[in-house]
Each structure stands twice: as structure tokens, then as C-alpha cells.
């Protein structure tokens, strides 16, 4: 008995081990072990709680939501600013806040100082809201300030090129069916997700993400997702694919957590939501 509870005792230490040399290895792991239902899913692991921030309270952007796990058990999360495209609000991309937010980050969703505004301005804005949600926000013990990222639709998608050109330190990026008039992004060094779509005629692939995708550094960690059967404007309601592959994106480079590289590498097939697929795998960031 006694060398039966040393056996026991031996194991159950080893397994303590392994535990917490992953944990060491990935402190930033958040929530259950992925699988595609889960990446897909309306909501993820985490409860999700909403505060709403003033125009009138924040400067360098027009006010947003924030979009948070409500439990603090895990410790702080990675965060992401998301702009709306051109003459848009933040209501566009509303549905990417809680969707988001339910498996790990925190999340602000904002609205622009006018909605006329181009993708630089777009750009500072992005930062500007990033350094309010770390700095100022109600949620700012919540975040890891080392661990941010940006998204955008539309001419927030060019805004969120600048971000990252302007800020080398932010962990992700990703452009939804960006706009810009600067074709060329060779000074990025931010993991970067383009996401096009084959019926875009406001920002066609061809003069937008294309070349966005393709002038970004061979050596950076990239990836291209044209949408199939789908319009410039697909980002601004509820979808499975951009939802599946901003998670994953989020999740690998904001996160570290290479649990999410399955979704990503190798890379996926076309299908009937995907006219095509490009990046570098396996990823090294």
C-alpha cells in the first residue's frame, strides 16, 4: 500500500508538472481547448458585460462599447479596437463586440470622429481608442497592455493598415474588405489578416486586398481569406467565416496560444465560403 500511494503520489506530481510547465510555457492561454464548434459558435466560454463610453469623456475618438468577460478568474485579457467603415457607426460591426469578447478579449467597438474620415485618421483613431480602453477605461485592469490588437471594416480596414504601420508593438491585425489608396504595406510588422471578398466592387480585391496581402514582408506572419459569394459590406452582419478566422487569428498571435494554429495551418481549402486562402505556414510569431 504504502509503495502504491508513492506511485500515486510520483504520478500525480508529474502530472502537476507538465501542468504547470504549460501553463509557464502559455500564461496567456484563455479558456477550454478549441475545436471548430467552438470557433463557430454564436458565443464562446465567457460570459460577456458591455459599458458604454461618451464621445464627450475620450478624445482622438468618438466614443465606442466595450465588450469584456465578465469573470476575472483567468486573470487579464488581450484586447482589440474595431473601426466601421466609411459614413458608418459602430453599430456595423456591433455583432463582432460580444462575439469576440465571449472567447477572451476585451473589446471596443467605436465610433469615428465623423464618418467621413480616411484611413489615417482612421489609424490614430484606432490607437487613440486602444490607449483610452489600457489607460482610462473602467476596464483597464482587465487587459494585458502588452497583448492588443486592431480590426476594421472598410475604410477601418485601411485605418487598421496605418495602425499597425504606426505601431510595430501591436500583436495583430486585421483588415475586413479594407480600403486605401496606399496599395503598399512593406513596413508592417504586426501579424496580418486580409480578409476580401469576390463580389467587393467598392474595394475590389484586385486594387485593394490583394495588393495589401501581397506587399506585406515575405517573412511576416500573413494570411489572405477571400470570402466567397460575398460583397464589400458581408463584415457588417453576422458571419461564420470571418468569425472562425478572427478568433483563431486573435487567438494565435494576441494570445501566443498555438492551440489555435490548426485553424490556420495548414491552410484551408476553398469551399463554399472560401474562393481562396494564401499564407505562410507554419506560422513563427
Known sequence: MAALAALVSIGALATFTASGAQAAANPYERGPAPTT?????????YAVSQTNVSSLGVTGFGGG??????????????????????????SSIAWLGPRLASQGFVVLTIDTLTTLDQPDSRGRQLLSALDYLTERSTVRTRIDSSRLGVMGHSMGGGGTLEAAKSRP????????????????????????????????????V????????????????????????ATHFTPNSSDTTIAKYSI????????????????????PSPSLTIEEYRGNCPHTS
Open 248 to 267: 483563431s487569428w486573435l487567438k494565435r498571435f494576441i494570445d501566443n496560444d498555438t492551440r489555435y494554429e490548426q485553424f490556420l495551418c495548414p491552410v
Open 206 to 229: 484586385l486594387t485593394h486586398s490583394e495588393p495589401f496581402y501581397t506587399s506585406l514582408p515575405g517573412s511576416l506572419d500573413k494570411a489572405y481569406v477571400e470570402l466567397n459569394n
Open 37 to 45: 464548434s467552438s470557433i463557430e459558435a454564436l458565443r464562446g466560454s
Open 169 to 204: 508593438s501591436l500583436q495583430a491585425a486585421i483588415a475586413l474588405t479594407g480600403w486605401n489608396t496606399d496599395k503598399s504595406w512593406p513596413e508592417i510588422q504586426t501579424p496580418t489578416l486580409i480578409v476580401g471578398a469576390d463580389g467587393d466592387t467598392v474595394a475590389p
Open 65 to 90: 462599447t466595450i465588450y469584456y468577460p465578465t469573470s476575472t478568474a483567468d486573470g487579464t485579457f488581450g484586447a482589440v479596437v474595431i473601426s466601421p467603415g466609411f459614413t458608418a457607426y459602430q
